[in-house]
């Protein structure tokens, strides 16, 4: 099982930046840059490609309607060279309410959309000369939409890599059905081992019988705050306002999939509870309903004996890769409990 950690959103980036060395000798194996509507992740991944050595470097992630299809596969191919081969292609549609919000570009068709650029990705990585008849992508540009001077172009470099491994976050059951066939990774979120088959399971299956054998297995990413000690079950409450903002205000009603997902696991009568609240500008209070056993069984908060019983059951559901986020007030504590972990995934 591979160990990874995500940056922040906001603050602290070089600060993080010099201490990844550390976590690199610690056997961190994956840094994941998120984006949102924050600081761009490409001009930091492209930092952190120059500042390690060995660490994989992945989006995540980038949104499918903030660049074409060409630019994302360029961005990648570029972020690929710089890190001699280490780069990841996380890749999501995000939610309407930053991509009409802070992009202003309808938020449609993200399945759909996703097919194609990886479709195309590809044959850029490729260096096919690139003509595509889409759906939702054509290229070159058909002439009755445009001057008619589009020319099919192939990308002038050559990749260090033609397959770019390509991470899908996905959460609905056709979205997590196309990640399974198409892409090398899935990046679920409130992931619970022991509910994931009940709630992916059939989509993740349909998935697989059509996935291209090339691909390889399925690498499932699964996110989880992490603390190891006898006194440290107290920092759960730490996750509750990420929990809310998500369950509760990442979405209008009737359109958050969060909230959805949070409903799919059992937590219906909590899930409507904290959108009300949290919608209504109740923010604490919305926080005080996320459930405590979702917030457990998310998490890698516990006693050593707890965390590798964790780790056995991420496993068993099929998790090969955890993105972790280390909760300790120092550096070098945070480079502990990242070879903690890690001694403890190799134990399960």
């Not at 991944?45 to 660490?55: H, K, N, V």
């Not at 195309?120 to 008619?148: F, H, N, Q």
């Not at 965390?307 to 480079?335: I, Q, W």
Request: contains cysteine; charged residues 25%; proline residues 5%.
């Amino acid at each position: 099982m591979r160990i990874g950690m995500s940056l922040n959103y906001a603050g602290g980036f070089r600060e993080t930046v010099d201490e990844l060395a550390d976590y690199e000798k610690a056997g961190l194996d994956i840094v994941f840059v998120p984006e949102a509507y924050s600081f761009d992740a490409v001009s930091q991944m492209g930092f952190i490609a120059a500042r390690t050595e060995r660490l994989q470097i992945a989006s995540g992630i980038l949104q499918l309607y903030s660049r074409t299809p060409t630019l994302t596969a360029m961005t990648a191919a570029g972020l690929d060279y710089v890190s001699g081969g280490r780069f990841v292609l996380g890749l999501g549609a995000s939610g309407p309410q930053v991509i009409e919000g802070w992009h202003g570009v309808p938020y449609t068709a993200p399945i759909g959309r996703t097919r194609e650029i990886i479709e195309i990705c590809r044959m850029v990585w490729r260096r096919e000369r690139l003509v595509y008849d889409g759906r939702y992508y054509k290229l070159p540009l058909p002439a009755e939409e445009g001057t008619g001077l589009g020319k099919p172009l192939k990308l002038i470099n050559h990749p260090v890599r033609e397959r770019i491994p390509i991470f899908i976050a996905s959460l609905g059951p056709k979205n997590v059905e196309m990640t399974a066939e198409l892409a090398e990774g899935w990046e679920p979120i409130f992931y619970v081992p022991e509910k994931a088959g009940d709630v992916w399971g059939d989509a993740l299956a349909r998935g697989k019988a059509k996935r291209d054998p090339s691909l390889g297995e399925l690498d499932i990413v699964a996110q989880a705050f992490l603390a190891i000690g006898d006194d440290v079950e107290g920092l759960l409450d730490l996750g509750r306002p990420m929990a809310a903002l998500y369950i509760g205000g990442m979405g209008a009603k009737g359109r958050n999939f969060y909230n959805d997902l949070a409903r799919r696991y059992g937590y219906e009568k909590e899930a409507e509870e904290i959108q009300d609240l949290y919608l209504a500008g109740k923010k604490d209070e919305a926080a005080a309903k996320v459930p405590y056993e979702l917030l457990q069984k998310t998490s890698l908060i516990g006693s050593e004996g707890f965390v590798r019983d964790r780790l056995a059951a991420l496993k068993e559901s099929g998790v090969t890769t955890l993105n972790v986020a280390p909760m300790a007030a120092d550096h070098e504590s945070r480079v502990k409990l990242i070879e903690q972990v890690r001694e403890l995934a190799a134990s399960v």
